[in-house]
């Protein structure tokens, strides 16, 4: 990889954090062991050390539409029971953090830090002491939805149904200031991050969101919500998927997706149900737009530094690092995995930042609310 001396210098004696990846999905839907050398998907342990990504956020996921089966805890322990194989099977490369101590200390002892959290607040199953179970398993941040809204929070892709927290959503939130768990509102309603900002009387995060202004995706923060976390003293971790990160590349794929869905309710309509003559159409569909897909430019990894640019000038340097959504998420042209994050500082040296600045967006601003917040 080419790039600067000084941005070597820099990654590679810093505190990397990651506030966000679903690379837990592998062990735990695919059996895949991320502590080896992968080719599948965007991190594994050695890769990690490779990109001195060091400091890693791995998320447990139940998938909402798992609720009905009454499956949602049993998958999340599935994930944290991952995390702890992990732990268990790599004792010499990697060890679990549950404070800014641990974080520094473990670093210092040569390995890399992993630490648990959890997507989704459907999780708890409405349930405070299932809330301070996660917690003493390690979970130290919570996103408070989903892009679903569940019993208690509005999620930004749903329907709203509670104006965003109602009464123990607001408990649930004071329960994590309690127990030194971040509240985390990447995926939340914006009626739903307002109260958690109203109602959290700690910093608040988003773990991975980039800047509106620059992708209009529903999934991304505006100013408003950018500068009131800075307000708060939280750090926004930048996403990197593409259609967060890319407006011309997210309108294009919006575009192709109606085609598409419009194309499948045609074919639906057009051959008898289950029939392999309809089957054999959605397929065909589906690699057509597989096809149209693969053809689009994607966005370039730089662009992940305009929306660092961006949050630097809202909010100011203090409140902003990485959040990469690694394997929950489709990559920009050139940051296929984890190795190619000192690109990222190398782009910040070239755009003029400081060694100290770039320190902050590399870690030291999460470490900042880390050492705030959690408790063990
Ligand atoms: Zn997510």
Same mark, same amino acid.
Do not use: F, Q
């Given at each position: 990889m080419n790039i600067s001396k000084e941005a070597r210098d820099i990654h590679y004696s810093a505190l990397v954090v990651d506030?966000? @990846? &679903? @690379?837990l999905a592998w062990p735990t839907? !695919? +059996?895949? &062991?991320?502590g080896q050398p992968q080719e599948k998907t965007h991190m594994d342990l050695p890769r990690m050390r490779e990109g001195n990504q060091n400091v890693q956020f791995f998320a447990c996921f139940a998938s909402p539409s798992w609720i009905e089966n009454k499956k949602v805890v049993q998958v999340t322990l599935d994930y944290m029971d991952s995390f702890h194989t992990l732990m268990r099977d790599y004792p010499d490369q990697i060890e679990q953090a549950t404070t800014a101590d641990d974080v520094r200390r473990i670093i210092d002892a040569g390995k890399l830090v992993g630490v648990l959290c959890i997507e989704g607040g459907h999780s708890i199953d409405d349930d405070l002491s299932i809330l301070r179970m996660y917690h003493r398993l390690g979970?130290?941040?919570? *996103? %408070? *939805?989903? /892009?679903n809204t569940n019993n208690w929070a509005d999620g930004v892709l749903d329907e709203p149904r !509670?104006? +965003? %927290? /109602?009464h123990f959503g607001k408990e649930v939130v004071r329960e994590m200031n309690r127990l030194g768990m971040l509240v985390d509102i990447s995926h939340v309603a914006p009626a739903t991050f307002w109260d958690a900002i109203e109602t959290s009387i700690k910093p608040v995060i988003a773990s991975h969101s980039s800047a509106k202004v620059i992708c209009a995706a529903p999934r991304n923060l505006d100013d408003d919500q950018i500068r009131a976390v800075a307000d708060n003293g939280g750090v926004i971790g930048v996403n990197y998927e593409i259609t967060f990160v890319g407006e011309a590349y997210r309108v294009t794929k919006a575009a192709l997706d109606d085609e598409k869905t419009e194309a499948v309710k045609r074919a639906e309509k057009d051959h008898p149900q289950d029939s392999d003559s309809l089957k054999s159409a959605l397929r065909e569909i589906d690699d057509l737009q597989d096809e149209k897909v693969a053809e689009l430019r994607k966005p370039h990894y730089t662009e992940i530094v305009d929306h660092i640019d961006h949050m630097v000038s809202v909010a +100011?340097?203090? !409140?902003v690092g990485l959040g990469s959504d690694f394997d929950g998420a489709t990559m920009p042209e050139g940051m296929? &995995?984890? *190795?190619?994050?000192?690109l990222i500082t190398d782009e910040l040296v070239r755009r003029g930042y400081s060694e100290g600045d770039i320190r902050k967006i590399l870690g030291e601003n999460f470490m900042r609310v880390m050492e705030e917040v959690l408790t063990d």
């Open positions: 506030t966000h @990846s &679903d @690379s839907r !695919h +059996g895949v &062991d991320i979970a130290r941040y919570m *996103t %408070l *939805t989903w /892009n !509670h104006d +965003g %927290l /109602n +100011g340097v203090d !409140h296929e &995995d984890c *190795t190619k994050v000192p």
